[in-house]
């Protein structure tokens, strides 16, 4: 798998850069009054409202009340045609890797829940160990509305 690597809340993760439509250096987002804490806000990105997640508050920790503005983002492409636009706060992007789909190994039975939802497996790729973000798991949820239900 070619990944997309980025740092987020301070610590390193990984993406499967096909499900990654575009990294945003500069996105001005606003908040939304009365979300839940997983949603910093909303974007406009060429034409398209993108919804920007905390991955920090996906993850069950707080997120740094201070992100700068503009902001980084990784967005994500939708899972299916006309789906909502959906994106990540990064603190900043990193690099294309290789990963091994076969030496991806599974969260320690420690992890916090939110985190396992949230988080496929870890990677070790030339001595850097990497948390693998599930996209999928990220944006059915947001979709299902379970971000929301939060």
Known sequence: MRGLSFFADGELFA??????KKVVRNVAFTPIPAAPEAVAGIAGIKGRIVTVLSLAELLGRK??????KPAKAVVFKPLTDGGD?????IDKPGG???IDENKILPLPRAA???EKL???GMAEVE???YRIINVDSIINRFEEGEIYDE
């Open 63 to 68: 997120r740094d009340a201070q992100v700068v």
């Open 127 to 129: 001595g850097i160990l």
């Open 85 to 89: 636009q959906m994106g990540l706060l």
């Open 112 to 114: 916090e829940d939110e």
């Open 96 to 98: 294309l890797i290789d």
């Open 118 to 120: 949230c988080v496929s």
């Open 15 to 20: 993406v499967d850069a096909a499900l990654v």
